[in-house]
């Protein structure tokens, strides 16, 4: 009897553990999870990640709105804006959970607004650099509030700190720059007030 109960113990352990290694397999970040054929430039696990400088430089919404955005969206890190991480100024005027899980925060400074994104955990990886600092951003967001999968009014006033990503363009959201520039992912968030 207590032989039948040992290998009913091994079955059951074994059965687990596929299943664990198989949900692991199936929950793996992917373009179809985690935000199309730029994923990777998204959650920068990108091949390009290290040639990014990290330090932020200050700059503008507005600035950055007006830069000259590239005749095709790039799926590799093409231009210098890519090429760089940047720190705004900027109050979070509204939020919401994409549906690959990202947050996304509409930031506005001088009547000028942009995008800014932060990859969900789950669609960060090894490769992911800054993963933690990733995380750390994700995690004042959601003190701070509580994102939804619909736009909510938020207000903390922030530095936020990104790397330079060419979305499609979209004139029609508020919230979207005309050139299609983003900071996405974010990298950094430091609150100045609203939290």
């Keep these: ?17 596929a299943a664990a290694a198989a949900g692991t397999h199936t929950d793996a ?7 199309g054929t730029t994923w990777r430039l998204k959650t920068f696990s990108d091949p390009q990640r290290l040639r990014v400088d990290v330090s932020a430089q200050s700059t503008t919404i507005a600035s950055i709105r007006q830069r000259r955005a590239p005749g095709h969206l790039p799926i590799r890190r093409i231009t210098a804006f890519q090429l ?4 705004v100024p900027a109050q979070a005027t509204r939020f919401k959970v994409d549906s690959n899980g990202s947050v ?5 400074d001088h009547n ?3 995008n800014a994104v932060i990859p969900s955990p789950a669609c960060l990886s090894a490769k992911s650099r800054l993963r933690m600092d990733i995380l750390a951003a994700r995690h004042i967001i959601e003190t701070c509030g509580n994102p939804t999968s619909n ?22 959201s508020r919230g979207s720059a005309p050139n299609g520039a983003e ?5 950094g968030l430091r609150v100045v007030a609203g939290c």
């Design 104 to 108: 996304r925060l509409e930031l506005y």
């Design 151 to 172: 736009w909510q009014s938020f207000g903390p006033v922030f530095f936020v700190r990104g790397v330079g990503y060419w979305a499609a363009k979209s004139p029609a």
């Design 29 to 35: 970040p992917s373009a179809a999870r985690c935000g």
């Design 84 to 87: 760089h991480t940047w720190e």
């Design 183 to 187: 900071l996405h992912p974010v990298t």
């Design 1 to 17: 009897m207590e032989r039948l109960g040992v290998f009913a113990l091994l079955f059951l352990a074994a059965g687990a553990a």
């Design 112 to 114: 000028s607004y942009i």
